[in-house]
T-cell receptor
Framework: DAKTTQPNSMESNEEEPVHLPCNHS???????IHWYRQLPSQGPEYVIH???SNVNNRMASLAIAEDRKSSTLILHRATLRDAAVYYC???????????????FGPGTRLSVLP | DSGVTQTPKHLITATGQRVTLRCSPR?????VYWYQQSLDQGLQFLIQ???????AKGNILERFSAQQFPDLHSELNLSSLELGDSALYFC???????????????FGPGTRLLVL
């Protein structure tokens, strides 16, 4: 079962920042927070991941709450190409050191309006 | 382009039949993962192989099996197909598989299976 909670859908205007929230109140100390997105008719693609500190890369930023029970994916300037389903995933700690298997929830469907 | 290839892109078959889906991981990646995505179930992890050995199992039916060959490509075999097996099947790969919880998975474009 997915251990994260995300809004079903969000809307943004093109060229504006987007903040996609994710709640993970049962996160364990060794769970990484991963974000993937799935564009229409494509496989999921990696966006960003982090453990405790905020992270930045060329695609997005990840802001992690101090208690780690929530996180926010930030797209600084949304483009039409960013319209996708965004998945916030915890690496399943039950697998211990083996099997880096992601449990995907329903994600957030982001619509970007021109 | 993730570097992961899957064949075929589309597959149409009948109930009771058997099909094989193929996946070639990114160059250098030792782990291969299989996922099923259906409209009502979302993206579900099926199975992982690491360097030829089964590493982890998820919600994989007994009618389904997989293997990873010495050249690291993988095949997912689906038998006694039912209407409910119609779905997108994704393969993903990663560098390792024995640790490193922050490791990224790279997904292929998927195989769309339609069982009639």
């Amino acid at each position: 079962d997915a251990k994260t909670t995300q809004p079903n859908s969000m809307e943004s205007n093109e060229e504006e920042p987007v903040h996609l929230p994710c709640n993970h109140s049962t996160i364990s100390g060794t769970d990484y927070i991963h974000w993937y997105r799935q564009l229409p008719s494509q496989g999921p693609e990696y966006v960003i991941h982090g453990l405790t500190s905020n992270v930045n890369n060329r695609m997005a930023s990840l802001a992690i709450a101090e208690d780690r029970k929530s996180s926010t994916l930030i797209l600084h300037r949304a483009t039409l190409r960013d319209a996708a389903v965004y998945y916030c995933i915890l690496r399943d700690a039950e697998w211990d050191n083996y099997g880096q298997n992601f449990v995907f929830g329903p994600g957030t469907r982001l619509s970007v309006l021109p | 382009d993730s570097g992961v290839t899957q064949t075929p892109k589309h597959l149409i078959t009948a109930t009771g039949q058997r099909v094989t889906l193929r996946c070639s991981p990114r160059s250098g990646d030792l782990s291969v993962y299989w996922y099923q995505q259906s409209l009502d179930q979302g993206l579900q992890f099926l199975i992982q192989y690491y360097n030829g050995e089964e590493r982890a199992k998820g919600n994989i039916l007994e009618r389904f099996s997989a293997q990873q060959f010495p050249d690291l490509h993988s095949e997912l075999n689906l038998s006694s197909l039912e209407l409910g097996d119609s779905a997108l099947y994704f393969c993903a790969s990663s560098v390792g598989g024995s640790g490193g919880w922050g490791e990224t998975q790279y997904f292929g474009p998927g195989t769309r299976l339609l069982v009639l």
